[in-house]
């Protein structure tokens, strides 16, 4: 089993970790750690390899006292982040997806946020959301 984790240093993606950690350990599955950037206009090399490596020291921070298989994944495209992740999610074969949302009012809660909104309708398989 796979199970996707879309993480931006965010309280919710965190939390979004952690849970999906409890599930990986229960379903013996492998964790797919996702960080994605739009890439508008041209990025600096410094900048990509600070963000990747950011991505990984707080996952192996995380996960350091589990015996969770991992994996970390940067996403650097032109498509709109959730287009990225739920395309990475097809080709990956991906079982599930973890997606920490942000607590809105009423009518903010019809629209989640566009990605995490993106991710919901768009994905091929189930999506645990978070707050």
Same mark, same amino acid.
């Given at each position: 089993? #796979?199970?996707?984790?879309?993480?931006? @240093?965010?309280? *919710? +993606?965190? !939390?979004?970790? #952690?849970? +999906?950690?409890?599930?990986? @350990?229960?379903?013996? !599955? *492998?964790? /797919?750690?996702? =960080?994605?950037?739009?890439?508008?206009?041209?990025?600096?090399?410094?900048?990509?390899?600070?963000?990747?490596? =950011? /991505?990984?020291?707080?996952? =192996?921070?995380? /996960?350091?006292?589990?015996?969770?298989?991992?994996?970390?994944? /940067?996403?650097?495209? +032109?498509?709109?982040?959730?287009?990225?992740?739920?395309?990475?999610?097809?080709?990956? =074969?991906?079982?599930?997806?973890?997606? &920490?949302?942000? @607590?809105? %009012?009423?009518?903010? #809660?019809?629209?989640? &946020? %566009?990605? !995490?909104?993106?991710?919901?309708?768009? !994905?091929?398989?189930?999506?645990?959301?978070?707050?």
């Amino acid at each position: 089993m #796979k199970i996707m984790v879309c993480y931006d @240093k965010s309280p *919710q +993606a965190k !939390a979004a970790l #952690k849970l +999906a950690i409890e599930h990986a @350990k229960v379903w013996n !599955a *492998q964790l /797919l750690i996702v =960080n994605s950037i739009c890439r508008g206009l041209p990025l600096k090399h410094s900048f990509i390899k600070e963000t990747k490596q =950011n /991505l990984e020291d707080e996952t =192996n921070d995380l /996960l350091k006292e589990t015996s969770c298989s991992y994996e970390t994944h /940067l996403l650097i495209s +032109a498509y709109d982040v959730g287009e990225q992740l739920v395309d990475f999610a097809k080709r990956n =074969n991906i079982d599930q997806i973890f997606i &920490g949302i942000i @607590k809105k %009012s009423k009518v903010g #809660k019809l629209l989640f &946020g %566009s990605t !995490a909104q993106y991710v919901i309708l768009s !994905a091929s398989c189930p999506v645990v959301t978070i707050q």
